[in-house]
């Protein structure tokens, strides 16, 4: 009677398990979907400021004709030439700095995806694991533990690198890392994993 108690205990913890990695694969599931939305919204910000781009472009181009109508005022066109040439240099590195963090989430995205795909194997096949041996103890604490162990795996993935408490919330331009929660990043001006300069960071969301 204890052994069957025993296992009627187990198997619930076991059932569990299995609804805690389903919980977290409907999470990347979601987390996949606001990245997607990410990708899109960066998207539209680099077309606005290749219009910008454009506009500062045409600026130059009718300065150089007024220019050359009047000569007296060359000075102060130049001036103002070189201005919206700096402007248009750090337009361009917005422009650069956004599509590196689009590769990056878009990468991180995919990542997810094969997380996502990873965790739904893992469910079929302890799943299939239990239907055989339901009437095996030892079987089952396999099973058990191969289930926390994955549950940790999946957590641990997504924790701040640096205070390991936190999800990962930001992505470092220009090399990529999604390695920090948003607390951390604030003092970061370096990235802990590769120590190159970070230039922007990008905050993305998580449901």
Do not use: G, P
């Given at each position: 009677m204890e052994s069957v108690a025993v296992q009627k205990k187990e198997i619930a913890e076991f059932q569990d398990i299995i609804k805690k990695l389903e919980d977290e694969s409907k999470s990347l599931h979601e987390?996949?979907?606001?990245?997607?939305e990410t990708i899109k919204r960066m998207g539209n910000e680099i077309k606005i400021l290749h219009y910008k781009f454009d506009t500062v472009d045409k600026d130059l181009e009718d300065l150089h004709i007024d220019s050359d109508e009047k000569r007296e005022s060359?000075?102060?066109?130049?001036?103002i030439i070189d201005t919206l040439l700096e402007e248009a240099d750090r337009k361009e590195d917005s422009i650069v700095c956004l599509k590196e963090a689009i590769i990056s989430i878009a990468e991180e995205c995919s990542s997810l995806e094969e997380s996502e795909k990873s965790l739904q194997e893992t469910i079929k096949i302890i799943l299939v694991d239990f239907e055989r041996s339901q009437s095996s103890e030892e079987v089952l604490k396999e099973a058990l533990k191969r289930c926390m162990e994955e549950e940790e795996r999946r957590r641990e993935s997504l924790m701040c690198i640096v205070c390991m408490n936190i999800e990962v919330r930001?992505?470092?331009a220009p090399c990529g890392h999604l390695i920090t929660c948003s607390d951390c990043s604030i003092r970061m001006n370096q990235c802990p994993l590769c120590r190159q300069s970070i230039s922007r960071k990008v905050n993305i969301f998580r449901q």
């Open positions: 987390c996949v979907k606001i990245q997607r060359t000075a102060i066109h130049e001036e930001v992505v470092f």
